[in-house]
């Protein structure tokens, strides 16, 4: 516990702001990206390769003075879907969930087939999220299925 | 978002692909009605398709109504880097009604998506074509006098056959039972049998063309199966003739069979089929422009008497 509580320290405690937890440590950057945070001015730390008891390494990261709105937070979900979401204020964890996959998936994943309409236009890729559990992936145009370990992000 | 567009045959209820045959059957009857007298209907065919384009046109041209629209994209600015988007909403600004044919999977769904006008798919790839769907529900239910508990034979090319995947998820309302008959290499897709399997549909599957098959069936629907679709030449010099119907053996099919096919055909039904009485596939295709006079009134909201 007394280790535990030295490594939360070792990426600097937060005032208020949001904690993104238990990102797969090979994901981390790709969050990073997703969610725009290299181009935030607040104070932002991120630590990876940390340890973790249930998947061995994981990423952090902490946001400074930042509540992210729920939907942008669920974009993450198909890269990282173990994150645990932590809103901090004053010190105190005040909420605490884990994201969802969201029915839709606008703008993020890359369709696969190359005679999709979605990779010959400029235009926004859309998914159907038809099995959770699984996590793959339809085309809402070209109607074509995508599975786990083929997505790929745009 | 046009709601009234009509992009894939998944789109359409039960009960919509009812009123469609009945519109359908309605316009067999009289095709020529100028229910489009004053309207302007888009044929837009980004990648050629002589057959599909002229039923449309056709069907226009007996509803009263007008045609624009280009046959192939090289004529027009694609061949210059224009979007397919600039192209439909340019033409949107003339036409009541865009129906469309492209090369690309999913164009006409993005297209319905932002088009002031309705849009009809006429293909996209190797997606969907939903108005053969129509012509080939048409075919079935007018031979058969209803589309409930048939037993339908695809043969030939179910991997990649467009047609069959679309008739199959169209017929799952009408409690069929299915035979697919196909060869290791062009087997019926795994998606499509899970489909069945979730909506209590019975199949079977057989590599064998047998007269056993032929003799249960209501509905014979022979695909093509074309060299290109495999990996393997010699499979395909194998099993090129193995799936193709000849007249003997149809000998002890049943009163009502009928036979299907969306055309081309090459070898896969032989001459001596054609003077069969049981033979569809010349009407099958006439039934397209019934088919599709009823789709565009749907699309336009017009009401048929």
């Keep these: ?154 | 978002m046009n709601n009234e567009s009509l992009v894939s045959i998944s789109d359409l209820t039960k009960e919509e692909i009812l009123e469609l045959l009945e519109k359908a059957r309605k316009f067999e009857e009289n095709p020529n009605q100028r229910l489009l007298e004053g309207k302007v209907v888009a044929t837009l065919f980004f990648e050629p398709s002589t057959r599909t384009r002229l039923s449309f046109e056709t069907a226009v041209n007996r509803l009263g109504g007008r045609v624009i629209g280009f046959s192939d994209a090289s004529t027009t600015s694609s061949s210059k880097g224009e979007t397919m988007h600039d192209t439909i909403r340019m033409v949107a600004n003339y036409a009541d009604l865009i129906i469309m044919r492209h090369h690309l999977e999913g164009a006409a769904r993005y297209a319905s998506e932002f088009s002031p006008v309705p849009i009809i798919n006429a293909g996209d790839g190797a997606n969907q074509h939903p108005s053969q769907t129509m012509l080939d529900l048409y075919s079935i239910y007018k031979t058969q006098g209803t589309l409930e508990n048939l037993t339908i034979t695809m043969v030939g090319d179910l991997k990649y056959g467009r047609t069959v995947h679309s008739l199959l998820m169209a017929m799952y309302h009408f409690k069929p039972v299915f035979n697919f008959v196909a060869c290791q290499e062009l087997q019926m897709p795994v998606e499509y049998k899970l489909f069945c399997e979730e909506h209590g549909i019975e199949y079977h599957e057989s590599t064998d063309f047998s007269e056993e098959i032929i003799n249960q069936s209501d509905i014979l629907y022979m695909t093509r199966v074309q060299r290109e679709r495999f990996t393997d030449l010699l499979e395909y010099e194998r099993v090129k003739d193995l799936y193709n119907l000849h007249n003997s053996m149809l000998d002890n099919s049943k009163e009502n069979l009928r036979i299907l096919h969306p055309l081309p055909r090459v070898n896969e039904i032989a001459y001596d089929v054609d003077a069969n009485p049981k033979a569809y596939y010349f009407q099958q295709a006439q039934n397209g422009l019934y088919a599709r006079e009823a789709i565009i009134c749907k699309v336009l909201g017009i009401d048929v008497k």
């Design chain 1, 1 to 154: 516990m007394n280790e535990n509580k030295k490594k939360e320290l070792a990426v600097a405690a937060l005032e208020n702001g949001t904690v993104i937890d238990h990102i797969p440590s090979d994901s981390l950057f790709k969050v990073v990206d997703l969610l725009g945070i290299q181009s935030l001015e607040n104070s932002v730390t991120i630590g990876n390769n940390l340890d973790s008891k249930k998947y061995g390494r994981k990423g952090i990261i902490k946001v400074a003075d930042v509540t992210f709105p729920e939907s942008t937070l669920n974009r993450i979900a198909i890269i990282a879907p173990n994150a645990v979401i932590n809103e901090i204020k004053d010190y105190e964890v005040v909420n605490k969930r884990k994201v969802s996959l969201p029915d839709d998936i606008y703008g993020i994943v890359k369709c696969s087939n190359p005679k999709c309409i979605t990779n010959n236009e400029p235009m926004r890729t859309h998914f159907h999220v038809i099995d959770r559990d699984n996590m793959v992936l339809k085309c809402h145009y070209c109607e074509r299925t995508e599975v786990k370990d083929k997505i790929t992000l745009k």
